[in-house]
Structures are given as C-alpha cells and as structure tokens.
C-alpha cells in the first residue's frame, strides 16, 4: 500500500506559505507506517516544534492501474473521506530552504490520518464536495473540491504516468487554505459535507 499526496492543489494554500501555483501536481509520497491505524493515539512528535495540521480530501485506490486516462479515472477510486496530512512544518521550511527531500517532515509514523470511509457514487462526483476541519471545536479549515487547482480525474492521470495504482492505496488530495499548529491536547474533528468522519486528540 502507498500513500500519495498531493501539495499544493488550493491557489489560497499556495499563497499562504508563499508557494508558486504548480503546473502540474506536485506529488510526494508517504510509506504504509505513516498511517495512523484505529484506535492508536496519536503522539505530539518529539522532532518538531510546529505541528501543523492540513486537512483534505482522501480517496481510495479500488482498481490496479497504469496511465489511467483522465475520463476513465473515476472508476479508479471507490471509497473517499477526509484526512490530515500532519506536517512537521519547521523541519519541512528548513529541509524546503535547502533543496533537500520532505520524508523526515511529511512521512513519518502516524502522519497520515484517514477519516471513516464513505462510499463513492456516481451522484457525489456530480457536485462539489465541502469537507471541513474543526480544532477544538471551531472551524478552521474549509475546503470545497471544486476550488483544487487538479481535480480527482487529473491527480490520477497524472500518479498514474509515474506509478502504477494499487488496490488500497490512498491519494491525499491536497488541502485548502487554513493550515495551523496544533498542540497537545488539542482535538481536532474532519468532516464530510456535515458528518464527522474523524476525532482525534494530540496526546
Ligand atoms: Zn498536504
């Protein structure tokens, strides 16, 4: 199983860390471990200083695939939610400064969250989609897949010329503007159109 994120997928994100606007995805990777599995706590990790949360839509991978075609993308995903991409975002400014890889600020154990799954139908692809995070109980990131600059179909056209698609694997797909730090003991809550699809506290 792989774990494909997209950075960069919201213009107002971009502009937030001072990004340009990509021309095509920008995709990175995060191993099967970076997966929080239920019922684990999630830890504060002891190599950072600014923990930040980034919400966004999470697809997942229901068919083996290689140069997908955009119009047949669709049928290559069943299952979405909503996720967060933790990022250790003082390691990820310096490790960005110096031209060097992300991993040790994106890809570490636990990075990945994925919400409850919900199943894809044809009807939910047909409107935009609005996902929402609150930290302890306010809103502070709202998302809508109409504004990603690459949508579900072009993100897959585009994995797909570079790296086969596997069955269960997740594809992050980029999260809208809002980004923050969290703190222990912080609680954050992601959702769906209006149903809480994830609850978890930073122990
Ligand atoms: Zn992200």
């Not at 001072?18 to 684990?40: G, M, T, W, Y």
């Not at 409850?116 to 302890?136: C, G, H, Q, R, Y």
Request: negative net charge.
């Amino acid at each position: 199983m792989k774990i494909f994120c997209v950075g960069r997928n919201y213009i107002e994100h971009a502009k937030e860390l001072n990004n340009d606007i990509p021309e095509e995805p920008v995709i990175f990777l995060k191993p099967k471990s970076a997966l929080l599995q239920q019922h684990v706590q999630f830890y504060y990790p002891e190599f950072t200083n600014s923990l930040h949360y980034e919400a966004e839509l999470v697809l997942r991978v229901s068919k083996n695939g290689k140069y997908v075609p955009e119009h047949l993308a669709s049928k290559y995903f069943n299952a979405i939610t909503v996720g967060i991409d933790f990022t250790a975002r003082d390691l990820q400014t310096e490790l960005k400064k110096n031209g060097l890889p992300w991993e040790k600020a994106k890809a570490w154990d636990n990075s990945a969250v994925a919400g409850e799954w919900l199943e894809v139908t044809p009807d939910m692809l047909k409107k935009p989609i609005n996902f929402s995070m609150a930290l302890n109980g306010e809103i502070v990131q709202k998302g809508i897949s109409a504004d990603m600059i690459f949508s579900f179909e072009q993100i897959i056209a585009n994995i797909s010329q570079y790296f086969a698609l596997n069955i269960g694997d997740l594809i992050f797909t980029g999260t809208p503007a809002g980004v923050g730090e969290c703190v222990v003991g912080d609680e954050l809550s992601g959702y769906f159109e209006s149903r809480k699809v994830f609850n978890l506290e930073v122990k």
